[in-house]
């Protein structure tokens, strides 16, 4: 049922009437006069008490109530906010002199180039400089240079530094510069008011287990900014299997941890029907090689134009979900929207050629600056 909201003017105008009708004489209520006074305290106690209750209502509903209020609402059905993702990756430390053995800390700090963004070393048993023993990465005398893991400090998108971002050292350690040659990815921000409203009518369609529905609602239970496809009675190879079905998840990067696999896969056990089968992938990379040549209108940088036409490219690739297809014609409208300095775009070739570029749901499609040329 709507309310009846009121203005300020109404509510004055409705008291004056009131007023007027149960005395036998004319009333003053001109402004400044006392009974005005009254009644314009009156609207705005009214006007006050009016906003409560609206207050009130969005509180109580998911569909208008908003942070730590639908938070509320949402754990009254056991439903929790999905938390950010910090940015990971890896950054380049290099020293001027090497005569000596030199140790990174995990735990060092770093920052972007503006001093905006903090960045930590983290540990990664699978680096060959790591020492458990020291707590650290150990150069050995001779060696000027060592790429390390590394996190944002705090979870988020502003994370998602590009190339060369990192160039500051905040701790005090024996190296001299440092640097990422690669962009930091997979930065997630905390789950939207929106999404988390979405994904709670997800939940609810999924509550009768065992249906595509019910298994979607699981995977995207295990972290934000998850894409999947879900393929039925049939191996990635595409055999036919009756009961078995296979999901393929991609948290942005291309390459999902083999832990995020896991806890997809967990998710999903408390969904499945008994007597079916299903296993959890990886999607396949597959790398889009673009080369396009660009004429630059006059009164403009060619350089600037192509770089932007190249970053418009990749962005749009990257862009495609998980076992969606490139349109070869994509393309060139990326390029032309790129730049008003883009004045022809010719000699496309996607994979050496002029057709789609086809994705299966168990593949995603990515491209880099280097698979990407502008001429």
């Given at each position: 049922m709507a309310l009846n909201l009121l203005s300020f003017n109404t509510m004055v105008t409705n008291g004056a009437a009131a007023m007027q009708s149960a005395c036998s004489q004319l009333l003053d209520l001109t402004v400044?006069?006392?009974?005005?006074?009254?009644?314009?305290?009156?609207?705005?106690?009214g006007l006050w008490m009016q906003w409560l209750i609206l207050k009130v209502l969005a509180m109580t509903r998911a569909a208008t109530s908003t942070g730590e209020d639908l938070d509320s609402w949402m754990?009254?059905?056991g439903l929790a906010r999905l938390a950010g993702i910090a940015a990971t990756g890896s950054v380049t430390f290099s020293r001027y002199t090497a005569t000596a053995s030199a140790l990174i800390p995990a735990g060092t700090n770093l920052k972007t180039a503006d001093g905006t963004v903090t960045f930590v070393v983290v540990e990664d048993d699978a680096n060959a400089l790591w020492s458990a023993s020291q707590g650290g990465y150990l150069l050995p005398a001779g060696t000027s240079s060592a790429t390390v893991a590394?996190?944002?400090?705090?979870?988020?998108?502003?994370?998602?530094?590009?190339?060369?971002?990192?160039?500051?050292?905040?701790?005090?350690?024996?190296?001299?510069?440092?640097t990422n040659g690669a962009a930091l990815t997979n930065g997630e921000a905390a789950e939207t008011d929106a999404a988390f409203r979405a994904r709670f009518q997800s939940w609810i369609s999924g509550l009768s287990r065992?249906?595509?529905?019910?298994?979607?609602?699981?995977?995207?239970?295990?972290?934000?900014?998850?894409?999947y496809t879900i393929t039925e009675n049939q191996d990635p190879d595409g055999t036919a299997d009756d009961g078995f079905f296979f999901v393929v998840v991609d948290d942005g990067s291309g390459d999902p941890p083999a832990?995020?696999?896991?806890?997809?896969?967990?998710?999903?056990?408390?969904?499945?029907?008994?007597?079916?089968?299903?296993?959890?992938?990886?999607?396949?990379?597959?790398?889009?090689?673009i080369t396009l040549n660009v004429t630059v209108a006059g009164g403009y940088a060619a350089g600037t134009v192509r770089a932007a036409v190249q970053t418009a490219v990749v962005n749009m690739v990257n862009g495609l979900g998980l076992g969606v297809s490139l349109p070869y014609y994509r393309i060139a409208a990326a390029a032309f929207g790129a730049s008003a300095g883009v004045q022809n775009v010719s000699a496309v070739l996607l994979n050496?050629?002029?057709a789609d570029l086809a994705a299966t749901s168990l593949e995603v499609i990515r491209a880099t600056t280097s698979s990407v040329t502008v001429s």
């Open positions: 400044g006069s006392v009974l005005r006074a009254i009644l314009e305290a009156s609207a705005s106690v754990a009254d059905f590394v996190q944002c400090s705090v979870t988020g998108t502003q994370g998602n530094v590009t190339a060369g971002a990192i160039s500051l050292i905040a701790s005090a350690i024996s190296m001299d510069a440092v065992s249906t595509t529905a019910a298994i979607g609602s699981a995977i995207a239970d295990v972290q934000s900014g998850l894409a832990s995020l696999l896991a806890s997809v896969g967990n998710a999903i056990e408390t969904y499945r029907a008994v007597g079916t089968r299903f296993a959890v992938y990886g999607p396949t990379l597959v790398t889009a090689a050496g050629s002029t």
